[in-house]
């Protein structure tokens, strides 16, 4: 008498679902990704506080604001703080503006730390006409 299992039918049924597969993928339909559009909005906000990171990495902090416009050079670890002070209410977008230069890093870590702190973000672009 022999205590190990057939496991030969099992490779069989494995061999034989493995082929049906091959020959089914290709004919199931590829999937598509819709990808956000940048969009050109027509409405510009009188008030918001745009975050400035330059080429040489310096982070600039400044309110956009008729009445009384401010900037500030801060560190990257103070930019919540100032933020929060520079916002009149905390409805306030906020903006960042980044050279083309900047590691991709920082903008993500600046967007990152905004978005803690409850701010609706956003990324200023060049508009297509002007590129």
């Not at 902090?61 to 401010?70: C, E, I, K, L």
Request: a negative charge; charged letters at 25%.
């Amino acid at each position: 008498m022999v205590n190990d299992i057939n496991v030969v039918p099992y490779i069989d049924v494995m061999l034989v679902l493995l082929v049906i597969f091959m020959v089914t993928a290709p004919l199931l339909p590829p999937t598509q990704i819709e990808l956000p559009t940048v969009g050109s909005s027509k409405q510009v906000d009188n008030e918001y506080v745009e975050v400035l990171i330059q080429a040489d990495n310096e982070l600039r902090v400044r309110r956009m604001n008729a009445a009384d416009p401010s900037e500030r050079t801060i560190a990257l670890g103070d930019l919540t703080a100032v933020v929060r002070e520079m916002r009149a209410q905390p409805t306030t977008p906020v903006v960042i503006s980044a050279d083309k230069s900047v590691r991709y890093e920082l903008v993500v870590n600046a967007l990152d730390r905004l978005q803690r702190i409850g701010a609706r973000v956003g990324l200023m672009v060049k508009p297509e006409s002007q590129r």
